[in-house]
């Protein structure tokens, strides 16, 4: 296995499939006794900072009431 000039390798498709790596699965490296571990990380990161405030908004103004509030009163 080769390391590009990015430090990026390819995890053959067999580890994949046995640890149940899909594309966008968050993976760490844990290092034990001078060795390291690819594992799967035990709880997914949100996909942006703003990601795990997703739908937890309790207003009930409209999108209107909102642009116009952020906007100021014409």
């Known amino acids: ?17 046995i640890l149940g790596i899909t594309a966008e ?9 001078g060795k390291f571990y690819l594992v799967k990380a035990s709880e997914p990161k949100p996909a942006s900072k703003f990601g795990g405030l997703r739908g937890i908004a309790t ?10 509030l952020t906007r100021g009163a014409e």
Request: net charge negative; glycine share 2%.
């Open 1 to 17: 296995m080769r390391v590009t000039t990015k430090g990026q390798v390819t995890i053959p498709r067999k580890v994949r499939e």
């Open 59 to 68: 207003t009930q103004m409209s999108t209107d009431e909102i642009m116009s």
């Open 25 to 33: 699965t968050e993976v760490e490296f844990v290092e034990e006794n």
